[in-house]
C-alpha cells in the first residue's frame, strides 16, 4: 500500500480534530476525500505528511514510517498545501530551480516537469504575473518534482475559473495514472470528474468510503409523482424495486426505487392500471451530493 493510516487521532487541547481515522490507498487510486469545514481533512493531510504529528496512531508512506522518518517519507509524497506558498517574486523556473535543489534533483527534470503541468508559456515569468491557474500548477510542479509516488492535494482547485478548473482537473487525471492521489475538496462534482474512489469525513471520522463505481452502481432513483387522487402507500410499494413511498401532501408522493433503469413508463403503466392520471412527474438519481448532506448533517 502506498498509503496506511492506522487508528490516526489528533487532539488540539479539549478538541479532537481527527477520531480514530484508519485507511489505506493503493497506486492508480485518485482518492477525493470529502468533508464539510472543520472536518479533519487538512489535519488529516498534514499528519500525512508528516507535517504534523499525530496524538495517536501509524501512519505510512511507502511503507515508510512518517513519524519515526519524516524526511525519508517526504521523498515519496508530492504535497500542495491548502494555500499554495509560493515566493511571488521569484520567476517560475527560478523558484522551481530551488525546489530542485532542495530535493537535489538533477536540474533537467526541471523543463521535463514545466512542460508536464502545461507552464512552457509561462515559465520566464515571475509568479505574481500569473493568473491563479497558473500558480496552481507551479504548486504542483514543485509537488512532483521529485517523482512522488504518493500526491497529497489540499483543494486543489478552489479559487479558479471554469477553464482553469477543467484544465487542472485534467493535469491532476492524468499523474493519477501512476501515482497514489489524495485530493480534498467540497466540491462534489470533481470527485465524479477525477476520483475513482470517495472518502467521506465528518467531525472527524470516516462515514463513508466507497469506489465510484460502486457508488453509481448502487445510486437511488428518487421520483416525485402527483396523481390525480388518492392511492394507498401498500400499492406504491408493490411496483417493482420499489424502495419506500412518502406521501408530501394530497396526492403527491416521493418514491425511492434501488434500480438505474428509468421507473418512469412502469409509473405510467401503474397509474393506468389503478385508473389515475398522473398530474406532475420528477425523476432525480441520488448522487454524491445527496448523499454527503446525509452523511454530513
Ligand atoms: P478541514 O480541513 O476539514 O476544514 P481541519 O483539519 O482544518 O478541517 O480542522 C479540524 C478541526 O480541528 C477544526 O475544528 C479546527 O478548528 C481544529 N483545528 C485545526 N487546526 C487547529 C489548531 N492548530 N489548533 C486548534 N484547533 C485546530
Redesign the pocket.
Given at each position: 500500500m502506498s498509503i496506511q493510516l492506522t487508528s490516526i487521532s489528533?487532539i488540539?487541547?479539549s478538541?479532537?480534530?481527527?477520531n480514530n481515522l484508519s485507511f489505506s490507498a493503493k497506486k492508480g487510486e485518485i482518492v477525493g476525500f470529502l468533508?464539510?469545514?472543520?472536518?479533519?481533512?487538512?489535519?488529516?493531510?498534514?499528519i500525512l505528511t508528516g507535517y504534523l504529528q499525530p496524538s495517536e496512531g501509524t501512519v505510512l508512506v511507502n511503507d515508510i514510517n512518517v513519524v519515526v522518518n519524516p524526511i525519508k517519507a517526504q521523498k515519496n509524497i508530492g504535497y500542495l498545501p491548502?494555500h499554495n506558498p509560493l515566493y511571488l517574486e521569484m520567476y517560475v523556473k527560478e523558484y522551481l530551480h530551488f525546489v530542485a535543489s532542495i530535493h537535489k534533483i538533477n536540474k533537467t527534470e526541471i523543463d521535463v516537469v514545466i512542460d508536464r503541468v502545461g507552464l512552457s508559456q509561462e515559465s520566464q515569468k515571475k509568479i505574481n504575473q500569473l493568473s491563479k491557474g497558473y500558480r496552481q500548477r507551479v504548486g504542483l510542479a514543485a509537488a512532483i518534482i521529485h517523482n512522488p509516488d504518493v500526491l497529497i492535494l489540499?483543494?486543489p482547485t478552489t479559487g479558479l475559473d471554469p477553464n482553469q478548473l477543467v484544465e487542472i482537473r485534467a493535469l491532476i487525471k492524468e499523474l493519477g495514472k501512476d501515482k497514489t492521489v489524495l485530493l480534498?475538496t467540497h466540491i462534489m462534482q470533481e470527485v465524479e470528474a477525477i476520483c475513482n474512489r470517495v472518502i467521506i469525513?465528518n467531525k472527524?471520522e470516516i462515514v463513508l468510503d466507497e469506489s465510484l463505481s460502486s457508488l453509481k452502481e448502487n445510486q437511488e432513483q428518487v421520483i416525485t409523482v402527483t396523481f390525480d387522487f388518492k392511492i394507498e402507500e401498500q400499492l406504491l410499494l408493490q411496483l417493482p424495486n420499489s424502495n419506500t413511498a412518502e406521501n408530501i401532501s394530497d396526492n403527491s408522493w416521493k418514491l425511492s426505487f434501488s434500480t438505474k433503469t428509468d421507473m418512469r413508463p412502469k409509473l405510467f403503466d401503474f397509474a393506468q392500471e389503478q385508473g389515475l392520471k398522473i398530474l406532475e412527474l420528477n425523476s432525480e438519481n441520488k448522487n454524491l451530493e445527496t448523499l454527503f448532506r446525509e452523511l454530513t448533517l
Open positions: 489528533k488540539y487541547g478538541q479532537t480534530a481527527v468533508g464539510p469545514n472543520g472536518a479533519g481533512k487538512s489535519t488529516t493531510m498534514k491548502e489540499d483543494e480534498s469525513i472527524g
